[in-house]
């Protein structure tokens, strides 16, 4: 592993030396600016048309982020959450047509008979206000913890609009197609179901189901380039995964993992199996992966087609070389110490990152 090119600061030095530092990865030179700061745990990140920006705030919280990093306040209309441990408002992504319908959907947690569930709402964006609320999806069934919400989100080529989910801390959700916990979905941008899903029509299964066996989906991507979904996902201690994701297919967990359970007990033996696809990258230990993004653009041309993961547990950003779907190098560049929570690159190719904490903030990188 690459030496980290930074010590942890406290985030307001951290802030001021990016902005002063060059930092010099492997193959590109870049600053990092702070865009804006005073953001309480911010989870997931929007570009809008226009260059401004919408942040969730996972304590429940929506903002508008101008050109000039200004803060808008919490935007009115915005739905309600719980916010307990790993839940609350988390991830926004914006329709393909939004510079003509205005719509946005969040993915944020409820509450209801039974307990809890990651749930997508769509919004109509109006000036500094949300309105026009519509429940797409409420994940079912419901679970009384407050872990593995998964929620994040990307539209397809298509139009279809894919999420996925983590099996809640209950392991065996992820094998039951009866369950839409530990799986990724696909519906139309009104919530309907596509009737060319996999399980469409297939007894004890959910329509709404792409792929499934999956434990805590904390990064989901389109290719700009070629449309092919990506995800990547929180393994238990050790195996976090980055996987190609294919229609209908299964990625085993938990029947194969490369990780074990916390505290070192074996969940199982296998590391793959007949009929379940196997991870194009593990990490061991567990860098604890969050926000996923494919480089494109001008700003980074020797990045150009890498993937960029944000790490929670490991304190950088990863950059991942790929030739077609394999996955064939690796560069940690350390973030000065902070949790990146989300990765987005903007049209540009100018790449933004979140910083996960109670002071948390958005980062540029611009070329050096």
């Not at 894919?162 to 197609?177: C, E, K, N, P, T």
């Not at 990724?184 to 959910?206: E, H, K, T």
């Not at 092919?228 to 996902?233: D, I, K």
């Amino acid at each position: 592993m690459p030496k980290p090119l930074l010590l942890a600061l406290p985030l307001a030095l951290a802030v001021s030396a990016a902005s002063a530092e060059t930092v010099r990865s492997e193959r590109a030179t870049f600053r990092v600016t702070p865009v804006a700061g005073g953001l309480e745990n911010p989870w997931g990140l929007a570009i809008l048309p226009d260059g401004r920006m919408l942040v969730t705030e996972r304590p429940g919280r929506v903002r508008l982020v101008g050109a000039d990093g200004r803060l808008s306040d919490p935007l009115a209309g915005t739905p309600g959450t719980v916010a307990n441990r790993q839940g609350g408002m988390l991830d926004v992504v914006l329709h393909p047509r939004f510079a003509e319908n205005g719509f946005v959907y969040i993915c944020h947690v409820t509450e209801g008979q039974g307990g809890t569930s990651s749930t997508i709402t769509r919004l109509k964006l109006e000036g500094e206000r949300f309105s026009e609320p519509r429940t797409i999806l409420s994940v079912t069934p419901r679970v009384g913890n407050g872990l593995h919400f998964g929620c994040r989100m990307a539209f397809g080529q298509d139009g279809m609009l894919f999420a996925g989910f983590g099996d809640r801390f209950q392991m065996d959700r992820a094998q039951d197609l009866g369950d839409l916990n530990g799986k990724i979905i696909r519906l139309a941008d009104d919530g309907a179901v596509p009737q060319d899903n996999p399980f469409v029509g297939r007894q004890g299964a959910r329509p709404e189901i792409w792929s499934w066996g999956h434990r805590n989906i904390q990064g989901l991507l389109v290719d700009p380039a070629t449309g092919a979904l990506w995800a990547h996902e929180h393994g238990p201690q050790g195996g976090d995964e980055v996987n190609l994701i294919r229609r209908g297919a299964n990625y085993g967990w938990p029947r194969t993992t490369h990780g074990v359970n916390y505290g070192g007990a074996t969940i199982t033996d296998n590391r793959s199996l007949p009929g379940m696809e196997d991870a194009l990258k593990v990490w061991v230990p567990s860098i604890a992966p969050s926000g996923f993004a494919a480089v494109a653009g001008d700003a980074f041309p020797a990045w150009r087609g890498n993937l960029l993961v944000g790490a929670l547990r490991d304190r950088s950003l990863v950059r991942l070389t790929r030739e077609g779907d394999r996955i064939t190098g690796e560069e940690r560049i350390s973030m000065f110490g902070e949790r990146i929570r989300e990765v987005r690159v903007a049209p540009d190719g100018r790449v933004y990152l979140l910083t996960d904490s109670r002071e948390g903030a958005i980062w540029r990188l611009d070329p050096a």
